[in-house]
Nanobody
Framework: QVALVESGGGLVQAGDSLRLSCAASGRTSRSYAMGWFRQAPGKEREYVAGISWSGGSTYYGDSVKGRFTISRDNAKNTVYLQMNSLKPEDTAVYYC????????????????????WGQGTQVTVSS
């Protein structure tokens, strides 16, 4: 089992930045890719970004490319999501997820590939 705890959400104004963190605990000795998803009220959960176990490969959803950056620190079992130039449409609950992988450079992009999920952290961007 892997437990994931997100932090760093909050209320900001359009154009501001936020950095989300996700700390993993439990069976962290296995190789796992990490991802961030988000869900706004009345909408489906959307893929935001993913990073491979090695950290060498990343993937972003079209709506956040060029504004968000995902990174990880395996020594701390933590993944980060740096969000810049935030827009009101970025308002959502942001979820961290972990996917056990056999290839250290693989980045899962499908929600179904992720095995564990955090409880979510709210990000609200005012205009």
């Amino acid at each position: 089992q892997v437990a994931l705890v997100e932090s760093g959400g909050g209320l900001v104004q359009a154009g501001d930045s936020l950095r989300l963190s996700c700390a993993a605990s439990g069976r962290t000795s296995r190789s796992y890719a990490m991802g961030w998803f988000r869900q706004a009220p009345g909408k489906e959960r959307e893929y935001v970004a993913g990073i491979s176990w090695s950290g060498g490969s990343t993937y972003y959803g079209d709506s956040v490319k060029g504004r968000f950056t995902i990174s990880r620190d395996n020594a701390k079992n933590t993944v980060y999501l740096q969000m810049n130039s935030l827009k009101p449409e970025d308002t959502a609950v942001y979820y961290c997820a972990a996917a056990f992988v056999s290839a250290i450079y693989y980045v899962p992009v499908s929600r179904r590939e992720y095995n564990y999920w955090g409880q979510g952290t709210q990000v609200t961007v005012s205009s």
